[in-house]
């Protein structure tokens, strides 16, 4: 995998997909929030939404692989993504952290449970 100048990143380009807005309005996303795509683009969608959809379209895709495949920096994708949600066009799952220690089961249940697996 080739590392991406970012430096050679036209600017120009950049300001146009994003519209000038450094958007924070609309879902939390992270880099591994999972994005999920309602459908095929309709004519005249943007080529940057249009490549979120076609990629999501079958398969949540992580923020982190949309900015990847898309060859854009991660705040681009973010404000396309915020776009796209805001028009229910793309479901944003947010990533699930683990429950609190006191919920988890305790050691010494789960080396039981092994122990029965490995008598089967």
Known sequence: ??????????????????????DTDGPVLDLVSLIVG???APPGTPSEQAG???????FPVSVAELSAHLDLPVSVVKIVLRD?????????????????RDQLP????LRQV???LHDL
Do not use: K, W
């Not at 100048?5 to 519209?19: A, K, Q, S, W």
């Not at 229910?88 to 429950?99: D, E, F, M, N, Q």
């Not at 305790?106 to 249940?109: A, G, N, S, V």
């Open 1 to 22: 995998m080739n590392p991406r100048d970012v430096g050679r990143e036209d600017p120009d380009r950049l300001f146009i997909v994003t519209g000038g807005r450094a």
């Open 38 to 40: 309602g459908g095929a």
């Open 52 to 58: 979120v959809l076609a990629r999501c379209r079958d």
């Open 84 to 100: 796209l949600a805001r028009e229910g066009r793309v479901t944003v799952r947010p990533p699930v952290s683990a429950p609190p």
């Open 106 to 109: 305790d050691l010494e249940t």
């Open 114 to 116: 092994l122990v029965g």
